[in-house]
């Protein structure tokens, strides 16, 4: 044991009391980590403890590096983990906590026993700190109280809100709910399509010998196999600025489809600036997604700036959600308060990572309307397909061009 | 017994890579609690290197698996051997043999190819298993993967359960051009492999770079650092920088700031695309320069 040796006769008579105070420590450490999003299942939390008797982690800078080997589980876990490690175990950026009299200060090379002795009395209060931590903004409870209350407004302006010239509340619900079936639609349509085109080029080595046995080893019917087709991936960036407000709400409804039934799927709103969407709109039943999307998308109704969520998409998102077989669908009018040069700029950039790109504009369906805005006319040399979505019609024609791809 | 995290950062040094503390504790843990490791990070920062010095340290073979997208069983774990297949078919025909005889020759160990997985829990020294770049294969692939990190067994529905004989180190590394399932997160341990401090590359880069002295290495790295630090399309990873020292080296360069023209002119060695190579242009060369002690 790799505890400190002057007080060597008192950690013998409490060997079992300081045992058990380290399993309740780390059990508050595994509780606050859960609620700061990590993935921390009973395997983790016997390997801790094993950690914790080793002595590898003789002081609190190899336990924290050790700890955040064993819990993170991808890069925002290995960012947010220090923070919370030194908040929990050495008393650090914790705001309101009362220091014990003969608390050392020392930050470094402290011992397990030191660290236990010195917490262990309050865990209970230590851990509801950790989670009052600032600069801790995933704080799951609040968002979910404050949520249902934004998001149920907003979810009521959506629905205020019409397809420009529907305005009983029956109908446009029943236009939402055939923009949903629409989409689902095309999927099914779309994988059957898939089938039917494997050929095969090559024989299937394996399961021809394997069926030959029974002819005694003459393979009489050949199996042939051929490259699994990739799936298309559909990125969506859906404009929810102002001017589209007419059109937000069936939309949303048709990408809540999309994500739905397409395996292969990401979303992304934009107004001023860019989210990420795809997990609120992956809930099944359609009001809560929207309810959890309104969340989201604070802000919606502003100017937008079309260019700048175009880089933020490029710089974070882009190499993750893009390959080679995607399609991104922009669903925006084009009225765009930036640069048009930094516009052309983004589309460009984005044109050479992805297959197609299809801007779908309300607009077009409009008597009259002609793409002249700054930002739309950069936009154009880079976009395939430029087609109107201001009725339903107009979205189901977009299923052969996709079924094309 | 385990090493400590001291004992093994040197090994690992010995063997010529440079592990920061982060990297050596995770390691120590991987020895401890039998885990994978995941390693992520950007293109060019030495998570394969990891796992070859790993080998290195352990005396042992480095089996890789390369992934992509459509990688299967067959070519992960095992296939059977046709061509052999076909032919012992055709010389049994005449031995009167059963059907359910020649069955079982044919399905035998005699016929079996061993792939990556499979070759990796079957030596009889525990080799080192890199599993590249695991983000380029697909879901289904990570769910076998999955099971046989946890089991280290292999079925073959032909032939029954192979057992592992010893249990790989295995290291797997992703580019996060898709995101990982949870489960298989969850498995391993993680470490994020950020680019060196100019401290650390420039240790690499003498223990890499025969010859070169350690007042050239620092003022490379150091640029190195700042050149990171501006907007580029393709960030050059470490191995650009080794390239670009020895290429210095081999150029007869003993001080940066003496050789401005030949340190503008070698910049290829870590510009990749058209727009970095034109965004730096000598003026930028200049004040990055500027900032090298």
Not at chain 1, 357 to 379: F, H, K, Q, R, S
Not at chain 2, 53 to 76: F, K, M, N, P, V
Request: net charge neutral.
């Amino acid at each position: 044991m790799a505890f400190a040796a002057p007080r060597a006769l008192h950690t013998i008579e409490t060997r079992d009391d300081l045992g058990a105070a380290l399993r309740l420590r780390l059990a508050g450490f595994l509780h606050s980590l859960r609620d700061s999003g990590f993935k921390v299942g009973l395997a983790e939390s016997r390997d801790a403890l094993s950690l914790l008797l080793s002595p590898q982690a003789a002081s609190a800078r190899d336990l924290k590096a050790g700890f955040r080997a064993l819990f993170c589980g991808r890069l925002s876990d290995w960012r947010a983990f220090d923070e919370i490690f030194d908040a929990y175990w050495l008393d650090r950026g914790v705001k309101g906590v009362i220091k014990t009299s003969g608390t050392s200060t020392k930050t470094g090379g402290k011992t397990l026993r030191e660290m236990a002795e010195q917490q262990g009395t309050r865990r209970d209060t230590l851990a509801n700190d950790v989670d009052r931590q600032p600069g801790e903004e995933d704080e799951p409870q609040d968002e979910e109280a404050t949520g249902r209350r934004e998001g149920a407004s907003l979810a009521e302006n959506l629905e205020r809100v019409d397809f420009r010239k529907i305005s009983d509340p029956e109908q446009l619900e029943a236009a939402h709910a055939l923009a949903e079936r629409l989409a689902r639609a095309m999927r099914v349509r779309l994988t059957r399509r898939d089938r039917q085109m494997r050929k095969g080029p090559r024989l299937d080595l394996r399961r021809t010998i394997r069926r030959s046995i029974a002819q005694g080893g003459t393979p009489l019917s050949l199996v042939r196999k051929g490259p699994r087709e990739k799936q298309l991936r559909l990125v969506i960036l859906l404009d929810a600025s102002g001017s589209m407000s007419n059109y937000t709400g069936v939309f949303t409804r048709f990408v809540h489809g999309l994500l739905d039934s397409f395996r292969e799927a990401e979303a992304f709103l934009f107004h001023t600036r860019l989210v990420h969407v795809s997990a609120a709109l992956k809930e099944r039943n359609a009001g809560r997604a929207l309810d959890r999307l309104g969340l989201m998308a604070q802000g919606v109704g502003g100017g937008t700036k079309i260019g700048e969520a175009l880089t933020q998409f490029n710089a974070w998102h882009a190499a993750r959600v893009i390959h080679s077989r995607t399609c991104v669908i922009i669903l925006s009018d084009g009225y765009d308060t930036g640069e048009p040069e930094r516009m052309g700029r983004e589309m460009a950039a984005l044109r050479r990572r992805c297959k197609r790109i299809v801007w779908l504009n309300p607009l077009i369906g409009w008597d009259g309307y002609e793409p002249v805005t700054g930002g739309m006319v950069a936009a154009l040399h880079h976009v395939d397909l430029f087609a109107p979505a201001h009725n339903l019609a107009s979205l189901a024609a977009l299923e052969p061009y996709l079924a094309t791809l | 017994m385990t090493p400590t995290k001291t004992d093994l950062a040197k090994a690992l040094a010995d063997t010529g890579y440079i592990a920061d503390d982060g990297l050596a504790m995770a390691l120590v843990l991987t020895e401890m609690l039998k885990r994978p490791l995941l390693l992520e990070g950007e293109a060019g920062v030495g998570k394969t290197e990891v796992a070859k010095a790993l080998a290195r340290l352990h005396e042992t073979d480095l089996i890789r698996l390369q992934c992509y997208e459509g990688l299967d069983r067959s070519d992960a774990i095992y296939e059977w051997n046709y061509q052999r297949q076909l032919l012992a078919i055709k010389a049994h025909e005449g031995s009167g043999e059963s059907a359910a005889q020649i069955e079982d020759a044919i399905f035998s160990e005699k016929y079996l190819l061993e792939r990556p997985l499979l070759a990796a829990i079957r030596r009889e020294r525990p080799p080192v298993l890199l599993i590249d770049e695991i983000d380029r294969a697909d879901e289904e692939f990570e769910a076998f993967l999955l099971e046989i990190l946890s089991d280290f067994q292999v079925s073959i529905p032909e032939m029954g359960t192979i057992e592992a004989r010893s249990v790989p180190r295995v290291v797997l590394t992703s580019n996060g051009t898709r995101e990982l399932s949870d489960a298989l997160r969850r498995r391993c341990l993680y470490h994020y492999v950020d680019y060196p401090t100019p401290d650390r590359e420039a240790r690499i880069l003498l223990s890499r770079v025969e010859g070169l002295d350690a007042a050239l290495a620092l003022q490379v790295a150091q640029l190195m650092g700042t050149l990171r630090k501006e907007d580029l399309a393709k960030v050059p990873g470490v191995a650009e920088t080794i390239d670009w020292a020895t290429a210095l080296l081999g150029l007869g360069t003993r001080n940066l700031h003496e050789d401005r023209e030949l340190v503008f002119e070698t910049l290829s060695c870590v510009l990749k695309t058209r727009e970095d190579s034109t965004r730096v242009t000598r003026e930028v060369a200049d004040r990055l320069l500027g900032r090298v002690a």
